[in-house]
C-alpha cells in the first residue's frame, strides 16, 4: 500500500481553469502538507495541516485553496491557473506537528503544466 | 528557519563509500538533524536522522559531531541508484521541515 497518495500525476491545463490535486494518507498521522517545486527544484513549504486545521499558509497566493476534509486527506484547489503555477506539486504527512523526531513522508508528486 | 550549509554537488565511484557533509552552526538542543534524498522524478525520501549519537540504518550512517554543529551522512558503499539530491535539515520543535538546495550526489560505473 501507498502512504502518501496524490493525484493525477500528471496535469496539464489552460491558463485560468481551475484545478484540484486529490492527497490521501493511509499512515494514521495527524500533520499533512503540500509543498512545491519548481523548475529550479527548490523545495518550498506551502501549507502545513494539523488534525483538519491550518497551522502554517507560508505566503502562498490565495488562489491556492486547501481543504483537509478529514485528517488522512488533504486536498490542493487552484484557481484561475497562472503559467507560473507549473510545478510539482508534493503532498507529505507526519506523525504530529511539533516532535522535531518525527520524519516526513512524501508522496510521488504531481506534475502540473500550464500553458 | 534553522540552516544548513552543504556542497552543491559530490561525485564517487561505485562501490566506494560516501562521506556527505553538513554544516548547522546555530543548532540547538532539540533540534534533530534529518538527511532525505531525492531521486529523480520522485517524492524525497527519508534516509536518517538523530539527536546526538551516530545511527545507522539499512541505508546508511549518521556520524554527529560532538558540538552538533556538523553532520555527515556515510553511504557505505554507492550505487547508481544512490544518485539523488540528499537534503540535510533541522528539525525544530514546532517549525516546518525546511529544504535547501542539498547536495547532488553523482555516482560514476
Known sequence: ?115 | DAKTTQPNSMESNEEEPVHLPCNHSTISGTDYIHWYRQLPSQGPEYVIHGLTSNVNNRMASLAIAEDRKSSTLILHRATLRDAAVYYCILRLYGQNFVFGPGTRLSVLP
Open chain 1, 1 to 115: 500500500d501507498t502512504a502518501v497518495s496524490q493525484t493525477p500525476k500528471y496535469l496539464v491545463t489552460q491558463m485560468g481553469n481551475d484545478k484540484s490535486i486529490k492527497c490521501e494518507q493511509n499512515l494514521g498521522h495527524d500533520t499533512m502538507y503540500w509543498y512545491k517545486q519548481d523548475s529550479k527544484k527548490f523545495l518550498k513549504i506551502m501549507f502545513s495541516y494539523n488534525n483538519k486545521e491550518l497551522i502554517i499558509n507560508e505566503t502562498v497566493p490565495n488562489r491556492f485553496s486547501p481543504k483537509s476534509p478529514d485528517k488522512a486527506h488533504l486536498n490542493l484547489h487552484i484557481n484561475s491557473l497562472e503559467l507560473g503555477d507549473s510545478a510539482v506539486y508534493f503532498c507529505a504527512s507526519s506523525l504530529t506537528w511539533t516532535a522535531s523526531g518525527n520524519t516526513i513522508y512524501f508522496g510521488e508528486g504531481s506534475w502540473l503544466t500550464v500553458v
